[in-house]
């Protein structure tokens, strides 16, 4: 597809400049408090397919976080499970570096794999295993993740009461949940989370020259054998709905290191 937003998207006549541009994953709900906000549906850009998974609002927001600077957040992402190809899943990227931004934080939730480890925890994402996601043609294989603005990050949230966990995530199609088998060899493999998105941005971000950051919502732990077996998406939701408080500090901080 090749996306067309410039009818919707003038970025030298946006009335807000926005310095970041967000993404929030599954049942992801935060940055309400935004001043001089104005939401677009997706549905109104054209360019942008529409989204089907619950937890995903479809919308854009413009504004600026209390006392810092204007953002750009995309409720909602586009899968490659939902049937997507490759371009639909990244043309948020793509929108927000049509419109010039230069910084870009990820959410997703994800499957914790490491024992120990509970529903509610943050784990700043240090690397990744691209296990089934394709590239886009040109993209190397690279340090995608902004080292320094995770360590900042990581600090200023600790500082700000919310301890958060880093390590790698394991990007899988999905739509299903793990069998205790993949399970077992996703841990053997160095993962420390599992998710169905995130990798194909992050890849496409950072080709792009962004400075990238992402954080998983950890919504279950799937380390015993039959802990999979129970993870529905309802629970997904539910979970990262209750994280999205210690969340949103982490963001707050975020855009302000
Ligand atoms: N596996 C894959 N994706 C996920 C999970 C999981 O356990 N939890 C949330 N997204």
């Known amino acids: 597809m090749e996306a067309n937003f410039s009818d919707f998207f003038d970025s030298s006549r946006l009335p807000l400049r926005p310095e970041f541009g967000i993404v929030l994953g599954s049942g992801i709900v935060v940055l309400e408090d935004l001043e001089d906000r104005f939401d677009v549906s997706y549905g109104r850009i054209q360019g942008l397919p529409k ?8 919308v854009l927001s413009f504004g600026r976080i209390p006392g810092g600077p204007v953002v750009l957040i995309a409720r909602g ?12 899943s990244t043309c948020i990227v793509r929108l927000f570096e049509k419109i010039g931004l230069r910084k870009l934080i990820l959410t997703n939730a994800a499957g914790g794999l490491k024992a120990g480890w509970w529903p509610g925890d943050l784990m700043l994402i240090r690397d990744h295993l691209n296990l ?15 080292q320094a603005w995770g360590d900042q990050v990581m600090r200023d949230a600790a500082f700000a009461g919310v301890s958060m966990r880093a390590g790698v995530y394991a990007g899988l199609l999905g ?6 088998a993949e399970v077992r060899w996703l841990q053997k493999t160095g993962a420390d989370a599992v998710g169905m998105s995130t990798v194909p941005e992050a890849n496409l971000a950072a080709s792009l020259g962004m400075k990238v950051l992402a954080i998983s919502c950890i919504t279950n732990v799937a380390v015993s054998p039959d802990a999979q ?3 529905c998406h309802e629970e997904v939701v539910d979970v990262a709905k209750k994280a999205s408080q210690a969340l949103d500090a982490v963001l707050h901080v975020a855009c302000r290191s």
């Open 229 to 231: 077996a129970s993870t």
């Open 77 to 88: 992402r586009f899968h490659l499970y939902e049937g997507h190809p490759l371009e639909h």
């Open 132 to 146: 089934q996601f394709p590239r886009h043609e040109g993209e190397g294989q690279r340090n995608v993740y902004d």
């Open 175 to 180: 739509p299903t949940y793990e069998t205790p």
């Open 51 to 58: 989204t089907t998974v619950a937890g995903h609002q479809g």
